[in-house]
């Protein structure tokens, strides 16, 4: 694998567990460069009630966005 590859999997869940891949202070240093997304997070339910806001702006023949 070349560099840019394994930089790419460096974080992923599966192999982060795997005894010998990171140290904890890398783990930690790395966690720490990525952004923070909060910002960006939706709850579910909110994402239903968006839907369904959706939906009640169409009328009732018309196909969903989704469909």
Known sequence: MNRDSIQKLRLDRRLVRRRGWMTESELTRELEKLPDVARKA???????D???????????GEPSATA
């Open 42 to 48: 939706i709850t579910l339910g909110d994402a239903a």
């Open 50 to 60: 968006e839907r369904e806001g959706d939906s009640a702006k169409r009328g009732p």
